[in-house]
């Protein structure tokens, strides 16, 4: 069984930064690739960034230049930077796991809120 725990998130204002940690722990030998999907009330989960094992990464065209993705392969965890947040970057935000063996393991969410 593969475990997921998130960390970070919250209330920014617009322009503000917050940074999203996850950390991956229990039956699980190497991650292919991880990362972050969001999602609001009524629409579909949309990727965010992910991250694979040889450092490549993948940004939503929305966030390029503002969310950077990082990851420690040795410890099974990554981090999401959330830089010059906008009101519509609020939303659920869910890490996600993929070890390459045809699951995929999600974290609880964490709430992140654009605001002034």
């Known amino acids: 069984q593969v475990h997921l725990v998130e960390s970070g998130g919250g209330l920014a204002q617009p322009g503000g930064s917050l940074r999203l940690s996850c950390a991956a722990s229990?039956?699980?030998?190497?991650?292919?690739?991880m990362g972050w999907y969001r999602q609001v009330p009524g629409k579909q989960r949309e990727l965010v960034a992910r991250?694979?094992?040889?450092?490549?990464?993948t940004m939503a065209e929305f966030v390029k230049g503002r969310f950077a993705i990082s990851r420690d392969n040795a410890k099974n965890t990554a981090s999401l930077q959330l830089n010059n947040l906008k009101p519509e970057d609020t939303a659920v935000y869910y890490c996600?796991?993929?070890?390459?063996?045809?699951?995929?393991?999600w974290g609880q969410g964490t709430q992140v809120t654009v605001s002034s």
């Open positions: 996600y796991v993929d070890p390459g063996l045809g699951a995929t393991y």
């Open positions: 229990g039956s699980i030998f190497s991650i292919n690739h």
């Open positions: 991250i694979f094992k040889s450092g490549y990464t």
